[in-house]
C-alpha cells in the first residue's frame, strides 16, 4: 500500500500536480474491450455520470485498467490533478485524501480527517474560479460503507474513478456507472501468454498455451503467474498443465517464487480476504460453507434449488463459520431465504455470479475460485462435503425429467462432481446419484452414453467394492437395461444371463434382487425375438413371487403385467386381454383407480383389445384414458403423451389415417417441447406420423419424411439399434409406394444384410425384410424372384 506523509509545504502545490503513485504498466499488457468502454464512458459522460466503477472478481486485472486510464489521461495532458488512493479501507481513503489537502490546499498535517475535509470542499466548483480537471481513483475499495462522506464531489471538470470486487446497490446509485470487467477473451489470453514468454526468450506451441488458458479460466492474474512459472522454473506448458490438473498439487506449489508486476499476493491468497468479509455479511458465517458445496460442482451452473434446498441448508447450518447463541443447543436450523441471503453475500464480493432469473444455472463460480477454495479443504472435509453434494442434486433431481433445460444441468454438475471427488462418491459405498446419472442420459434420448457411463461405473465399483459388492452387482444390471435400451436386446439377455449366476451365489435364489434379475432376464429375451421364452420363464418366477411374498405385492402384480404382455406377443392377443383385465382389478382393489399403475394396466389393456380385433373398443378406452391421465398426471406427462400416441395409431388402425397423422403432428411439436427434439420418443412420433401420412394418401411425404428422420435416428441411437433399422425398412416401403420400386427393393436387400448381421435370420424383423424384397423386387419387375422367399 502506497504510504501518504503528511508534510505541509509553504505554498500551495502547482498544476498539473499528482498524489499518489499509479502502479507500474504489467509486462504484456493488453489492450481490452473493457479499456475502450471505459474510456467511452468516462470521457462521454459529459456531466451526467461523474463516477465510473470498475467490478469485477478478483485477478480480472481491474487495477491494470484503472492505471492505464489513468496514466493516458495523465500523460496526454488532459488533467490537472490526479489522485490515486489504493483504498482498502477508510482510513487509507482519508490518508490520501489528507496528502491532497496538505499539498494541494495547505490543510494542516495534524488532522487528517480535517485535512481530507478541506481536499473534498476544495474540489467542489466555486463561481469564478479557475476549473480544475481532475481525477480521483480509489483502487480496491473493499467495502461500500468505508466511501460514506468521502465521495467526491460532483463538477463538470471532474472524473471519480473505482475499482472493486463489490456489486452492491450502493454502488449502482445515481451519478454512479458500473464497467463489468470480465475475463481475457481466447484470443487476449493466448496473445498474453504468447507476448510473455517471448519477451524471456521461451516459445511453446499455440495449442498448448491455448489449453493452458482454458484451464486458468482466461483469468489475467493466473496467466501473469503462469507465464512467470514457466520462465523461473523451465516447466513447458504441457507440465504446468500436467500440474495443475493434478488433485496433489495446490493452487500454492504453482505460484513463481517472486511474483511479477509489483503484485501482493500470489493467485491462491487472492480472493481469501474477500471469503472472509462475504462471511460477514448477513446472514453471517453462511457465505464460506456454501462457497466450500459450490466449488464441488459445475463452475459454469449450479440450479439455485441444489444450494438452498433442504441438503444444503443443513449442510449450512452444521458448518456455519459464527458461533450459535447457544452451543449446547446445537445449531440452528437455516431458512430458504437466508440460503439465497449467502449467495448473494458471495455474488457482492464477485466470488459467484447469482442470476436468479435464470434459476438452472443460478449460480457460475469461476474453476479456480473452486480450486482454492477446495485447496483449504481437509481430505476428510472434502469427501464429507462431496457425499453431502451428491445428496443435494438428488434432492434436486424431479422424479419425471419434464424439465429439459434442468436435467442437463444436473447431469453436468453430476459430472463435475465426480471430477472433484473422486473416490468420494464410492466410499462406504456408490452414491445413488452415479446410477440416476445413468439413468437421466438413457431417459434424455441419450442410451449409448448411459452405455458407456455404467460400463465405467461397473469397473470402478469393481475395482473399489469388489466383484461381489451389492454396488457392483447392481452397476452390472443398470448396464444391461441399457444396453437393451440401445438396441442391443440379445446383449442385455446375455449380460443378465451371467449376472444371475452371481446374484443367486450373493443373494440366494429367493433375494428381491435374484428375482429383479429374472424378471429383466425374461424380458430382454423377449425383446430379443423369444417372445415363448420370455412368458415361459416369467410364468415360473411368478409362482417363485406369489411363494416368497403374496399374491397381491407390488412385484408379483408387475410380473404379471410382463407375463400378459409376452403371452400377447407370442400369439395369445385374447389370453393378454383376459390377464390385463384381471390384473386391472387387482390394481384397482389394492391401489385405487388413479394410481400410476392402475393406468398403466388400463392402458395395455386396450392396446391388447385392439391387437384382438377390437380396434373402434381400443380407440374408444384410450379416448378415455387418456382424459383420466390428463387429470391424474398432467398434460406434459410421459404417460399421457404416450397414450395420446397410442390412440392416434389406434384411430389409423380403425381407418381414420388423416385422423391419425393430424393428431400425431400435434403431438410431435408436444413430445419436442416437453422432452426435446432428439428425444426417442419424438423420434418415434415422426415416424408415425410419415407411416400414417403414408396410409392417408401421401406417400411420397411420408418417403420424405422418413428420410428426414433416419439422419436423426442415426445419430442419436446408432445405425445398428432396431428404431433406426426400422426408419430405413419403412423409408425404403414408402420410396415403393411412391413409385420407386426399383430403388425400394435395393435398399431392402441392403437392409436386410444388416438386419440379419444385427438381429439374425430368424428374427421377425429380419423375415419381414425377407417378405418385402421380394415383394418390390417383383414390383420392380424381377421375374426370377423365388416365390418360397416371400
Sequence with gaps: MHQHRHAAPRVPAGWPHQVGVIPSRAQSFQQRAEADRLRAAVDGGGTVVLRQVLTGMGGVGKTQLAADYARTAWEAGGLDVLLWVTAGGRSPVVSGYAQAGIELCRADPDDPEQAARSFLAWLTPKSGALPCRWLIVLDDVADPADLHGLWPPPGP??????????????????????????????????????????????????????????????????????????????????????????????????????????????????????????????????????????????????????????????????????????????????????????????????????????????????????????????????????????????????????????????????????????????????????????????????????????????????????????????????????????????????????????????????????????????????????????????AELLADRVRILSPNHPDALAIRHSLARWRG?????????????????????????????????????????????????????????????????????????TARHHLAYWRGRSGDASGAAAALAELVADRGRVLGEGHPDTLATRHSLAYWRGEAGDAAGAATALAELLPDRLRVSGPDHPDTLAARHNLAYWRGKAGDAAGAAAALAELLADKVRVLGKGHPDTLTARHHLAHWRREAGDAAVDQSTD
Design 157 to 538: 471538470y471532474g472524473r471519480t474513478l473505482v475499482t472493486t470486487r463489490r456489486r452492491d446497490a450502493a454502488l449502482k446509485g445515481e451519478g454512479c456507472h458500473l464497467v463489468e470487467v470480465g475475463l481475457f477473451s481466447q484470443a487476449e489470453a493466448l496473445s498474453y501468454l504468447t507476448t510473455s514468454l517471448a519477451a524471456h526468450d521461451r516459445h511453446e506451441p499455440a495449442d498448448q498455451l491455448s489449453a493452458l488458458a482454458a484451464d486458468l479460466g482466461y483469468l489475467a492474474l493466473a496467466l501473469a503467474q503462469a507465464a512467470a512459472y514457466l520462465v523461473d522454473s523451465g516447466e513447458s506448458a504441457a507440465a504446468y498443465r500436467d500440474l495443475l490438473a493434478d488433485r496433489a498439487t495446490k493452487l500454492t506449489d504453482l505460484a513463481p517464487d517472486a511474483l511479477p508486476d509489483e503484485q501482493a499476493l500470489a493467485l491462491a491468497a487472492v480472493w481469501s480476504l474477500s471469503i472472509a468479509r462475504a462471511d460477514t455479511l448477513r446472514p453471517a458465517g453462511l457465505a464460506r460453507p456454501l462457497l466450500h458445496l459450490a466449488a464441488l460442482l459445475d463452475a459454469n451452473g449450479i440450479p439455485q434449488d441444489v444450494l438452498t434446498g433442504e441438503v444444503a441448508r443443513a449442510h449450512l447450518a452444521a458448518h456455519r463459520t459464527t458461533p450459535v447463541p447457544d452451543p449446547t443447543a446445537g445449531p440452528g436450523p437455516v431458512s430458504r431465504p437466508d440460503a439465497v441471503r449467502a449467495l448473494r453475500a458471495l455474488h457482492r464480493l464477485s466470488l459467484i455470479d447469482h442470476t436468479p432469473d435464470t434459476p438452472h444455472q443460478a449460480v457460475r463460480v469461476h474453476q479456480l475460485i473452486q480450486r482454492a477454495t477446495r485447496d483449504t479443504l481437509t481430505p476428510d472435509q472434502q469427501d464429507q462435503y462431496a457425499r453431502t453434494a451428491a445428496d443435494a442434486l438428488m434432492a434436486a433431481w424431479p422424479e419425471f425429467e419434464r424439465d429439459t433445460a434442468l436435467t442437463p444441468t444436473l447431469r453436468a454438475n453430476t459430472d463435475a462432481l465426480t471430477r472433484h471427488a473422486h473416490d468420494a462418491l464410492y466410499r462406504p459405498d456408490a452414491h445413488v446419484v452415479l446410477y440416476r446419472l445413468g439413468h437421466s442420459l438413457g431417459d434424455s434420448g441419450q442410451a449409448s452414453a448411459a452405455t458407456a457411463h455404467l460400463q465405467q461405473l461397473v469397473e470402478i465399483t469393481t475395482r473399489h467394492l469388489g466383484p461381489d459388492h451389492p454396488d457392483t452387482l447392481a452397476a452390472r444390471h443398470h448396464l444391461a437395461y441399457w444396453r437393451g435400451r440401445s438396441g442391443d436386446a440379445a446383449g442385455a439377455a446375455a449380460a443378465l444371463a451371467e449376472l444371475l449366476p452371481d446374484r443367486l451365489r450373493v443373494w440366494g435364489p429367493d433375494h428381491p434382487d435374484t428375482l429383479a434379475a429374472r424378471h429383466h432376464l425374461a424380458y430382454w429375451r423377449g425383446r430379443a425375438g423369444d417372445a415363448a421364452g420370455a412368458a415361459a420363464a416369467l
Design 569 to 641: 406377443e407370442a400369439g395369445d392377443a385374447t389370453g393378454a386381454v383376459a390377464a390385463f383385465a384381471e390384473l386391472l382389478a387387482d390394481r384397482v382393489r389394492m391401489l385405487g383407480l388413479n394410481h400410476p399403475d392402475t393406468l398403466a394396466a388400463r392402458h395395455h389393456l386396450t392396446h391388447w383389445r385392439g391387437r384382438a380385433g377390437d380396434r373402434a373398443g381400443a380407440v374408444a378406452a384410450l379416448a378415455e384414458l387418456l382424459a383420466d391421465k390428463v387429470r391424474v398426471l398432467g398434460e406434459d406427462h410421459p404417460g399421457t403423451l
